[in-house]
């Protein structure tokens, strides 16, 4: 890798050493396993995890072109949460009522399984599990958070689930501006990322797996994954490459690759967190549509990122790219406007990194068995506790297994490929730049709109 991975996040550079590296042996030569796994992120590695655990037999190979951790499981914003990005609607209507509760509930207990799973692993990942609170700064937002509560009602989801604040008791956990309500969930606990899946690394070769980085996949196959330093055959095969997909020959329309940037503060001091409060470390955003995602590290810095940087013509993925000075200005003009405290507090990191968007924004796990060819992904930027359960899921689908998580709705799932160039960049960008404007258009016409509905010109069908 031509940089230092230790620039890649503050979560890389705030690793322990012993975590950091060093680097693993690249492939030395053509070999057989039983199962090759490509990418050596949370969906590799909780993939390698899981099956090693059950069946310790198996040969497992983890296939990496970087260093393990290099990917979003390395950069992201912490939020080990039970958010899936396809609505229970959406999910009704592939399977049943009955099925879409049932992926909601195992995502509920997936943030607690993550946290044990860690625990069990060894690995210390700071997790909290202070839920999330999605505050509700105009009086269109907390129309929208009422109406977002009802829904889940309908849906049977009870208080302990989500609840509605008022203004009061927002305010009690999140000191920002303008707060008229929230909307409260206890699904979400905030994590150090790279010490998650820098740990799960070293966790999986206790299991007898072996990684291999520096070792880039050019091709997948039936029975074969092509790598610069020679074949892996392997009897299954789980492709876990997240927004790199777009870049495997075969899969260039199947993942468009969206960045997402973050920016982390100085440690802040106690008269601040007085003020801003999250004092259980829980996980905040907004009602705005332009996603924002925010959380109170370990060592009391505030870690706050967003969408918004432009998606690269014919999916380019490009360091460069990770690197916007335009939204890191906007980043931090968002937090002010929240946080009028932090003025005059230094910002000490910015990154930022690709995320995975299937075309109809509905991730999915799953093996072909006529290939023996599986996939985990299309997270669309919630992955870090899903890619949990899809390596879970994956364990059991790569052994044959029937078991409750692999009758779940996104099993084997298959998204539409997004369209050719130049009409995928058109789509996406106009996506992107709509969610943005429609936050204005919602506080000048005081009518909430819905996501799905500002989505709907270029996600068409599922
Ligand atoms: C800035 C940012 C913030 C985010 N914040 C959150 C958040 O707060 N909460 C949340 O739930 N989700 C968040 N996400 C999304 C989440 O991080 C991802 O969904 C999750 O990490 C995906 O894990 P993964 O293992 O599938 O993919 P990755 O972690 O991206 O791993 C893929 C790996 O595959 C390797 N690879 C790719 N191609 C090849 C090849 N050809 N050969 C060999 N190796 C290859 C890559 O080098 C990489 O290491 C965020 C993402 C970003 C970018």
Same mark, same amino acid.
């Given at each position: 890798? @031509?940089?230092?991975?230790?620039?890649?996040?503050?979560?890389?550079?705030?690793?322990?050493?012993?975590?950091?590296?060093?680097?693993?042996?690249?492939?030395?030569?053509?070999?057989? +396993?039983?199962?090759?796994?490509?990418?050596?992120? *949370?969906?590799?590695?909780?993939?390698?995890?899981?099956?090693?655990?059950? #069946?310790?037999?198996?040969?497992?190979?983890?296939?990496? @072109?970087?260093?393990?951790? /290099?990917?979003?499981?390395?950069?992201?914003?912490?939020?080990?949460?039970?958010?899936?990005?396809?609505?229970? #609607?959406?999910?009704?209507?592939?399977?049943?009522?009955?099925?879409?509760?049932?992926?909601?509930?195992?995502?509920?207990?997936? &943030?607690?399984?993550?946290?044990?799973?860690?625990?069990?692993?060894?690995?210390?990942?700071? /997790?909290?599990?202070?839920?999330?609170?999605?505050?509700?700064?105009?009086?269109?937002?907390?129309?929208?958070?009422?109406?977002?509560?009802?829904?889940?009602?309908?849906?049977? /989801?009870?208080?302990?689930?989500?609840?509605?604040?008022?203004?009061?008791?927002?305010?009690? =956990?999140?000191?920002?501006?303008?707060?008229?309500?929230?909307? *409260?969930?206890?699904?979400?606990?905030?994590?150090?990322?790279?010490?998650?899946?820098?740990?799960?690394?070293?966790?999986?070769?206790?299991?007898?797996?072996?990684?291999?980085?520096?070792?880039?996949?050019?091709?997948?196959?039936?029975?074969?994954? =092509?790598?610069?330093?020679?074949?892996?055959?392997?009897?299954?095969?789980?492709?876990?490459? $997240?927004?790199?997909?777009?870049?495997? !020959?075969?899969?260039?329309?199947?993942?468009? !690759?969206?960045?997402?940037? +973050?920016?982390?503060? $100085?440690?802040?001091?106690?008269?601040?967190?007085?003020?801003?409060?999250?004092?259980?470390?829980?996980?905040?955003?907004?009602?705005?549509?332009?996603?924002?995602?925010?959380?109170?590290?370990?060592?009391?810095?505030?870690?706050?990122?967003?969408? %918004?940087?432009?998606?690269?013509? %014919?999916?380019?993925?490009?360091?460069?790219?990770?690197?916007?000075?335009? &939204? *890191?200005?906007?980043?931090?003009?968002?937090?002010?406007?929240? /946080?009028?405290?932090?003025?005059?507090?230094?910002?000490?990191?910015?990154?930022?990194?690709?995320?995975?968007?299937?075309?109809?924004?509905?991730?999915?796990?799953?093996?072909?068995?006529?290939?023996?060819?599986?996939?985990?992904?299309?997270?669309?930027? #919630?992955?870090?506790?899903?890619?949990?359960?899809?390596?879970?899921?994956?364990?059991?689908?790569? =052994?044959?297994?029937?078991? !409750?998580?692999?009758?779940?709705?996104?099993?084997?799932?298959?998204?539409?490929?997004?369209?050719? $160039?130049?009409?995928?960049?058109?789509?996406?960008?106009?996506?992107?730049?709509?969610?943005? @404007?429609?936050? %204005?258009? $919602?506080?000048?016409?005081?009518?909430?709109?819905?996501?799905?509905?500002?989505?709907?010109?270029?996600?068409?069908?599922?």
């Amino acid at each position: 890798m @031509s940089t230092n991975p230790r620039r890649l996040s503050f979560w890389w550079e705030s690793l322990p050493d012993e975590l950091a590296g060093p680097a693993r042996p690249a492939l030395p030569g053509p070999t057989s +396993v039983d199962v090759a796994i490509v990418g050596a992120g *949370y969906t590799g590695l909780w993939t390698a995890y899981y099956l090693a655990q059950a #069946d310790p037999s198996l040969s497992i190979v983890v296939l990496e @072109s970087e260093t393990a951790g /290099f990917g979003a499981s390395g950069r992201n914003g912490g939020w080990a949460s039970a958010l899936f990005p396809t609505s229970l #609607d959406t999910i009704a209507v592939v399977s049943n009522r009955e099925s879409a509760i049932a992926l909601q509930r195992e995502m509920f207990r997936t &943030v607690d399984e993550l946290g044990r799973a860690a625990d069990e692993a060894g690995i210390d990942a700071q /997790f909290a599990k202070g839920g999330t609170i999605c505050a509700a700064r105009t009086p269109v937002q907390l129309e929208r958070a009422k109406q977002e509560i009802e829904h889940l009602r309908s849906w049977g /989801f009870g208080p302990e689930d989500h609840v509605l604040l008022d203004a009061a008791e927002a305010r009690e =956990r999140l000191g920002a501006t303008d707060v008229l309500g929230a909307t *409260y969930t206890p699904h979400c606990a905030a994590i150090h990322p790279a010490r998650l899946v820098r740990g799960l690394a070293l966790a999986v070769e206790r299991l007898g797996v072996t990684i291999h980085e520096g070792t880039r996949v050019t091709r997948i196959e039936p029975g074969v994954v =092509r790598t610069e330093l020679g074949d892996v055959r392997a009897r299954r095969i789980v492709r876990a490459t $997240e927004a790199w997909t777009s870049q495997l !020959p075969g899969y260039e329309r199947d993942i468009a !690759p969206v960045y997402s940037l +973050v920016l982390a503060t $100085e440690p802040l001091p106690r008269d601040v967190w007085d003020v801003i409060g999250l004092d259980r470390r829980e996980t905040f955003n907004d009602q705005r549509h332009l996603i924002i995602y925010g959380q109170r590290t370990a060592d009391d810095r505030l870690v706050f990122g967003g969408r %918004g940087a432009p998606y690269h013509l %014919g999916s380019r993925i490009k360091p460069e790219f990770d690197r916007d000075p335009s &939204v *890191y200005a906007e980043l931090w003009r968002v937090l002010l406007e929240l /946080f009028p405290v932090l003025e005059g507090r230094q910002v000490t990191h910015t990154w930022g990194g690709p995320l995975g968007i299937p075309r109809d924004w509905f991730p999915s796990v799953g093996i072909d068995p006529a290939t023996g060819i599986g996939w985990g992904g299309g997270y669309v930027g #919630d992955g870090v506790a899903s890619s949990n359960l899809a390596g879970r899921t994956l364990a059991d689908l790569v =052994r044959g297994a029937q078991t !409750p998580l692999t009758a779940l709705p996104w099993v084997n799932h298959r998204s539409r490929r997004w369209e050719p $160039e130049p009409l995928r960049w058109l789509g996406v960008n106009v996506g992107l730049r709509t969610m943005g @404007s429609a936050d %204005g258009a $919602e506080d000048r016409s005081g009518k909430p709109a819905k996501r799905a509905e500002l989505l709907a010109p270029f996600l068409g069908g599922h």
